[in-house]
């Protein structure tokens, strides 16, 4: 089955760290650009991070500039999110998903056509 598979999200206290996974199955993830986006209640999905397929293009949004930190370990077929300093605003369901490029880029965009979502893991910011 092809598929992403998100892990690692879990309920931390300000300040804290957690690190997201986001694991291909049945396919080679080192085709594929790969974005971290996030949706908290009420409020439309949007992008967090993105990398190219070669790790040389990275972005992050304003809002985790300094704070996240996007990486692929491609032999592991998996992408990472390392979330420090964690705010209660970064309270959401993280998700990653595959996008098809013929060029080493990426973006963070919803609309664009993936390939696959993963199904999401909830993190939860809160004392």
């Known amino acids: 089955q092809l598929q992403l598979v998100e892990s690692g999200g879990g309920l931390v206290q300000p300040g804290g760290s957690l690190r997201l996974s986001c694991a291909a199955s049945?396919?080679?993830?080192?085709?594929?650009?790969i974005g971290w986006f996030r949706q908290a209640p009420g409020k439309e999905r949007e992008g967090v991070s993105c990398?190219?397929?070669?790790?040389?293009?990275?972005k992050y949004d304003d809002s985790v500039k300094g704070r996240f930190t996007i990486s692929r370990d491609n032999a592991k077929n998996t992408v990472y999110l390392q979330m420090n300093s964690l705010k209660p605003e970064d309270t959401a369901i993280y998700y990653c998903?595959?996008?098809?490029?013929?060029?080493?880029?990426?973006?963070?965009?919803?609309?664009?056509?993936?390939?696959?979502w993963g199904q999401g893991t909830q993190v939860t910011v809160s004392s």
């Open positions: 998903a595959a996008l098809s490029l013929g060029h080493d880029m990426c973006f963070m965009i919803k609309s664009l056509p993936y390939d696959y």
């Open positions: 049945g396919f080679t993830l080192d085709d594929y650009a």
């Open positions: 990398i190219s397929r070669s790790g040389g293009s990275l």
